[in-house]
C-alpha cells in the first residue's frame, strides 16, 4: 500500500508499506480522507517532543470497514471517523472515565503510525460511526471534538463572555462550539488574514488583532469586566501568559493548546479572581458524537473549513507549502 511517511524532520516521502495485518477485535479501515493539523506541521518542522522518526503522520481520519471480526458491530463498508487516542484502560484516568488523558495514551500518528496511507488496522473501539456525513465532514470530526472538550471541560453556558486567541482550526472549533453553547463570543488572532476568514467564511463576526492595543480594547468590550471564559488555543507560551490577565474574576481560563516551555503568572493576580485554570487535553467519544450531531444538525460550516485537499500522492510536496503559508491555511484534507 502506499503511505506517506516523514522520515526525519523536513523529509517527506511517499513510499510502499506493506498492508497492515488485522488482529481479533480490530477493524480494518480503508482510508478516504486525512486532515492535517498543527500537530503535523510541528512533526516536519521537527519539533513535536513525544515523537520518534520516521513515522507515518494522520490521526484526522475518515475511512470505510474494509474487514471486521464476525460478531462486530460494524460491517465492510461502514463509514467511520477515528478516535485516535488509544488508552491503556487501566490507569488513574482511565478508571474515572477519563482515557483522554491516560497516563500511557498511544496517539495514532504520533506515538503510533497514523493513518496517511491507504489502509489501517485500530481497534474496534476506535471506530466511530457517522452515518450520512460526507468524507470531508467525517474527517473533521476529530479536531472538531478538541474543541468541544474544550468547552465542556469549561462549563460554557448561555450568556458568559468568552474570548478565544487563537484562529486556527482549533481555535476555530472552540469558538463555533462555545457559540452553539450560547455564549458571546470574542476570537482574537495575530493574524489579520485569520480573522477576516473567520469572521467572513466561517462567520465569527467577533473579531480582534493582537497588537499593542489588545489590552484597551478587550478592556473597552467588556466594560472593563473582562471574559467569563478565556480558551488558549494559540500554541505559544507568551500568549498563554498573557491571557491570565483577560480573564473576569470568577472566572475560568482553558488552556486548549499545550507548549514544551514552562508558563508562569502573578499569584496575586490569579488569586485575587479565584480564577479556575483548566487544562484540556484531547477528546473522548462522548466529543466525538456531539460534533458529529453537530454537523448533522447544519451547525458547523464544514465546507467553509475546508480550505484546501489534494490526493495523498502530493502530500511531500504540498505539506511544506502549507506550513510556509499556514496564515492562509484552515483546514487542509487529503484524499486518498
Not at 481479533?24 to 519539533?47: K, M
Not at 475560568?252 to 484540556?280: C, N, W
Request: aromatic letters at 6%; charged letters at 25%.
Amino acid at each position: 500500500m502506499k503511505a506517506v511517511v516523514c522520515e526525519r524532520p523536513g523529509v517527506l516521502e511517499l513510499a510502499e508499506r506493506s498492508a497492515p495485518a488485522r488482529r481479533p477485535g480490530e477493524l480494518l479501515l480503508r482510508i478516504r480522507r486525512i486532515g492535517l493539523c498543527g500537530t503535523d506541521y510541528h512533526i516536519v518542522a521537527g519539533n513535536q517532543p513525544y515523537l520518534a522518526y520516521p513515522r507515518v503522520m494522520g490521526h484526522e481520519l475518515a475511512g470505510d470497514v474494509a474487514e471486521a471480526d464476525p460478531d462486530s458491530a460494524l460491517r465492510p463498508g461502514d463509514r467511520v471517523t477515528v478516535n485516535p487516542y488509544l488508552p491503556c484502560g487501566t490507569c488513574i484516568a482511565c478508571r474515572k472515565g477519563k482515557p483522554n488523558c491516560c497516563v500511557s495514551v498511544s496517539v495514532l500518528g504520533v506515538h503510533a503510525d497514523g493513518g496517511m496511507c491507504e489502509l489501517l488496522a485500530v481497534p474496534e473501539a476506535a471506530a466511530i460511526p457517522v452515518g450520512d456525513l460526507d468524507l470531508d465532514q467525517a474527517a473533521m470530526v476529530e479536531f472538531l471534538s478538541v474543541g468541544a472538550h474544550a468547552v465542556r471541560r469549561g462549563e460554557t453556558k448561555a450568556g458568559d463572555r468568552v474570548l478565544v486567541v487563537g484562529a486556527g482550526p482549533i481555535g476555530v472549533a472552540v469558538a463555533l462550539f462555545a457559540r452553539r453553547a450560547g455564549a458571546e463570543v470574542t476570537i482574537a488572532d495575530t493574524s489579520a488574514a485569520r480573522l477576516a476568514y473567520a469572521r467572513d467564511a466561517i462567520l465569527l463576526p467577533d473579531t480582534i488583532l493582537v497588537d499593542d492595543g489588545i489590552d484597551a480594547a478587550l478592556d473597552a468590550r467588556t466594560d472593563g469586566e473582562f471574559f467569563d471564559l478565556v480558551f488558549d488555543a494559540t500554541g505559544n507560551a507568551r500568549a498563554m501568559e498573557k491571557g491570565f490577565a483577560w480573564v473576569a474574576h470568577g472566572g475560568s481560563y482553558v488552556l486548549v493548546s499545550v507548549v514544551k516551555q514552562d508558563i508562569t503568572f502573578a499569584d496575586p493576580e490569579f488569586h485575587k479572581r479565584e480564577m479556575r485554570l483548566i487544562g484540556s487535553r484531547n477528546a473522548t467519544h462522548e466529543d466525538f458524537r456531539a460534533v458529529i450531531e453537530a454537523i448533522r444538525a447544519g451547525d458547523i460550516p464544514t465546507q467553509a473549513i475546508r480550505t484546501h485537499a489534494f490526493p495523498l500522492a502530493e502530500a511531500p510536496a504540498r505539506v511544506p507549502e502549507l506550513i510556509a503559508n499556514q496564515g492562509a491555511v484552515l483546514k487542509a484534507i487529503v484524499t486518498v
